[in-house]
């Protein structure tokens, strides 16, 4: 019997299928991973509270954000480098997150262009964006966003400076990489990953390819530049600059509390996404279910709010969404079906969490997604057996 019926399934077959180095940065987060595991936690110290016998034959789990009908509230986040886990990368993400309804998040430091991913896709995805501290550069991927077609813009504001992943660092997945007797192995123990990722073009982050002059294009090389252009004084009037290039729908993500998300409203974002970067950049951060409610109640009348971190069951997308996020985004789950699947494996991540949505919708007794509230969900914290 198949044990992929559910995403740790998926994240267990991954497991098995890519190298120690390329699983760990995929699942890791930074230093002690406190908040990396308080994502999780925070799901599991809540429960919902079902409705008896007054459920619907038909439920509905379709969200609009921004003008395009989702059939999930579930979309997939941008991560960088995604051909690391599977061939077709952030193309084979895309198309599967269509095949399933759903948008995707094209990173700036993905290892398929945005145009290309747009390109191979009936709807243009959407892009991320870094606070990187050189306009001029800033400009050309966001213009590379806007000929591709992409018409909603999502800021970073988490990363200053990168974090501290440890499992990285013991792992030699750094920059540059640093290859030991031990991780040589391990590749030569994972023959199909590596003529996977062989088979296809050079790995490298798309999109800062040509960018300067005196850099060259291999992975080590563009990552590098990542590094040095990221800002750590990057600013609201950073962010205000940005909103004025960019005539589309503009999110940030990276916000945990109600006075971030005010500011950045007031800079004329038309959402925040609620994050701790999945626990890969400050640890002993809140959890994002906990923060979420704080930044519902100072911008969710005026902004539309989404979430992501901790995501791992259809369960907890009918939490986070009762709770006033309008959809969730996942990232670790979309990268072990790239991994177990390609853009099938992508697909069936989103279909399982859709099922699962499903399911609960009908044992909670609730017709849809829009009709959750925050009163179906309870905290478990000092409550009495």
Known sequence: MSTRINVDGY?????????????????????????????????????????????????????????????????????????????????????????????????????????????????????????????????????????????????????????????????GMTVPVKITPRTAFDVVRHPRWALGLAAGPRLTMAHLVGLREDRGSSASSLAQLNLDLLNAAYSWEDLRRVRDYWDGPLLVKGVLGAADARRAVQCGADGVIVSNHGGRQADAVPASLDALPGVVAAVGHEATVLMDGGVRRGTDVVMAVALGARAVLIGRPWMYGLAVGGETGVTRIVEILRDEVDRTLALMGVGSTAALTPDMVRSTVGATP
Do not use: H
């Open 11 to 171: 994240r267990t077959a991954a497991r098995k299928r890519l190298p120690r180095m390329v699983f760990d940065f995929i699942d890791g987060g930074a230093e002690d991973e406190r908040t990396l595991r308080a994502n999780r936690a925070a799901f599991t110290r809540r429960t919902l509270t079902p409705r008896l016998l007054s459920g619907s034959a038909r439920r509905t789990q379709e969200t609009i954000l921004f003008g395009e009908k989702l059939a999930t509230p579930v979309l997939l986040a941008p991560t960088g480098l995604s051909r690391l886990a599977g061939r077709g990368g952030e193309l084979a993400a895309a198309r599967g997150a269509r095949a399933a309804g759903t948008q995707s998040v094209v990173s700036s430091a993905a290892s398929v262009p945005v145009d290309e991913v747009a390109a191979g896709c009936d709807v243009p995805p959407w892009f991320q964006l870094y606070p990187w501290g050189d306009w001029d550069l800033t400009r050309v991927l966001i213009d590379r966003a806007r000929l591709a077609g992409c018409t909603t813009l999502v800021v970073t504001l988490d990363v200053p400076v990168t974090g501290a992943r440890e499992r990285d660092y013991r792992n």
